[in-house]
Structures are given as C-alpha cells and as structure tokens.
C-alpha cells in the first residue's frame, strides 16, 4: 500500500519498501548455474534506488538454496558488493520452511517484516558445516545461528531480502522500518479532487467454432478442437 495512503487510513505500518533492484543473468553456463555478476546488478540497482549506502543494513535475508554451488556464488557477490563497508548478518529461512520456489521470497519478506517489529532477528537453523566466501569477507560468523536483538542504529532498522529464481532472474529488495512508537493518528479527511474521465475498454476475442462463453466452456471441458485456416487478411 502507498505510504501516504496507509498514515492516512491510520494503518498500523510494519515496515516500507524502500528500494528494489532487479536484474538477470543474461548468458550463463547453463539455466540452473547462478553468476554473481547478475546478483551484484540487483544489489547496485536495489541500493541506487533506495538511495542509501549499503554499510547501513543491518541484516540480508539470502537466497540461500542449501546447494553447494549456488551458496558459494550467493557469497561471492556479496563480498564483493560489501567489501571496504559495514557488514550485516545474514541468514535464511529456508532451513526452517524448506525451498517454496515462486513463493519463497514471499516467506522471506514475512520473517523479515515481523523481525524488524519485533527487534529480534530468529536462527537460522540446522546449520552443521557453513560455507565462506572465496576471501573469507562473510562467513559462518556472520550468520544468525541464535534468536539475536537487532542492532541499534538510532532508530531504523533497515533489511535486505535476495531472491534469485531459475534463469538467472534476481531480485534484491531494501525493508525499512522506524523503531519510534507509532501512535494512532485520526482518519485525514478525504480531498476533494477534480473529477477525471474514465475510458471503459471492451476487448473481444474469436475461438473458432465458438459462438458464445457457453461454447468456449464446453470446449475447454469436451478437450475440443477449433482449428481453423488463418483468414486472408
């Protein structure tokens, strides 16, 4: 919801979006083998339209996969991307809800959002033989292994959550929230606004033999066939 919208409707806020980056591989080794060249675009382009220096989060939720290769790169991009700044904590909830694909990032954003609130950052669990970065900037000291207070930073608590899909596909996406109570403010009154217009668009679709819904249902149900020639113009 639009920030302005929510203090308006006196929303109680839990955190804001304050900046996103996305990006892609592009040409890789293969579909399944992440390049940390791609997850670092996502971070510059996450911190870039957030406006603020990475030193100043506190926590990264990660990708995280539990595989090998895919840790490793996830490191990698990280260490170079913070190197020469403050480091945050890392973890994943991936060790407590497993890898949920398209909706994973989802349960990322939900632990992190409710942390923030909270003030407390929860383990990662089950972790048994941690990997490192290839130059040792993150590693096993760095992960939240017990339930942790989030640090203090004079009143925002600021949190990154990676998402990295198949194909290359990453997303990074900056959490912030004000640790300030937060009273409930009254309902501002509507504004008026100058009425604008508004178009009403009809579309309109041919499937063949299909003269009416009824007949598309039935097709799409019977497993149908409507294949036609393509007509001249």
């Given amino acids: 919801k639009r920030h302005g919208d929510a203090v308006r409707d006196g929303d109680k806020i839990y955190g804001v979006i304050r900046g996103v980056g996305l990006s ?10 992440p390049d940390k060249r791609g997850q670092i675009t996502a971070f510059e382009r996450a911190y870039k339209n957030a406006a603020i220096d990475p030193g100043e989060i506190d926590y990264v939720e990660c990708h995280a996969t539990g595989t090998p290769v895919g840790d490793h790169i996830e490191l990698d991009g990280m260490a170079a ?3 020469q700044r403050q480091l945050p904590r890392i973890g994943s909830i991936k060790s407590n809800l497993g890898h949920m694909l398209t909706a994973a990032a989802m349960g990322s954003m939900l632990k992190v959002i409710l942390s923030m609130e909270r003030g407390q950052i929860p383990p990662t669990i089950q972790v048994t033989d941690p990997q490192k970065s290839s130059d040792g900037t993150f590693g096993p000291d760095h992960i939240v292994t017990t339930p942790t207070a989030w640090p203090d930073r004079g009143g925002i608590r600021r949190a990154g959550v990676s998402a990295f899909g198949f194909g290359g596909t990453n997303a ?7 640790t300030a109570p937060q009273g409930t403010s009254p309902k501002a009154p509507p504004q008026s606004e100058a009425r604008q217009p508004v178009a009403i668009v009809g579309m309109e679709t041919v499937f063949g033999g299909c003269k009416n819904l009824d007949a598309f249902t039935r097709t799409i149900y019977r497993g149908s066939r409507h294949i036609t020639a393509l007509p001249a113009r």
């Fill in 81 to 83: 991307f913070w190197k």
């Fill in 24 to 33: 892609n591989d592009g040409k890789g080794k293969s579909v399944l083998n």
């Fill in 172 to 178: 990074h996406i900056i959490l912030e929230r004000e």
